[in-house]
């Protein structure tokens, strides 16, 4: 087929399908099984009435793979910081230059954090919220799961197309590994590994934790001025969605006007480019809010 113009509202597409073939237990391994690709091929030719191939989906599979891998990398580094208000990854310039020289893709985070987080997440390392397994490395962010550190290994393609008959499949995260003679100075070098990279969660935690006091002190002494200003900023954003062309009857609007209440969750909207993105960012926050999975 032609080349596929990978708008934000395919991939979205593209995302939830693969946390429906992967909870549908299509992906045992590393990647889908035929079932799952079969699944995923034919679902986007309803959805777009063209032609597929799984080779097509799968340079979307490596991509955004690659793009997960490196944000997860970012996010558990050394002494990292994220901003209070919009959550990104507030670091100097040096910090980024080289994480930039290391991987191209670091760059993309600059100004953004990681699209479809929780579903890749799913996706790339089975992860769902509070199934943090003995080979995980937690997240610096509150309330996020850790990730799978054999995940991590390589930002190159999954080899791992074969049938799946073939394969071994890896323990669950939840279970114990078994020390042995030949894995034991392997599972030490984890073990150390593990305990460093809680040490620096709990450092870039509290510096979260001290900025968070702050804006609450702030926030509590703050002037009637503020006030009208967050205000008049709520009546801002919901104008701009109904200039945008969203219906002030969808459930979209009334999602919004619930979640942009929240005066940190404005931080992450703010720099959302387009009322489309906003609206699918509104949809997938209050969903959370409510404890429903994302669709």
Known sequence: MS??????????????????????????????????????????????????????????????????????????????????RTGLIDMPRNWWDKQIAANKLAKGFQQSRLEHEEQLDYIFAKMDPGNVGPNEVGGPEGGQTGVPTQYLDSDHSDASDADPQTQQPSPPPSQPVRMTSMNASSGKRQLSDLMVSNSLFWEGFSNFYQEISTLKKQKQTGSASNKADEEAEYETFMKELLDGGLDPESDEYFMASEVLLDIPRRGAYRPLPTVRAKVAWIRRVYLNMKGQPPR
């Open 3 to 84: 080349r596929v113009n990978w708008t934000s509202n395919l991939t979205s597409f593209f995302v939830n399908a693969l946390v429906d073939e992967c909870r549908a237990g299509n992906r045992p391994n590393k990647t889908l099984n035929r079932i799952g690709k079969g699944n995923i091929v034919q679902r986007l030719k309803d959805h777009t009435g063209r032609d597929w191939t799984w080779e097509t989906c799968k340079h979307k599979w490596d991509e955004l793979k690659k793009k997960w891998s490196c944000w997860k990398r970012l996010i558990k580094s050394n002494g990292i910081v994220f901003h209070p």
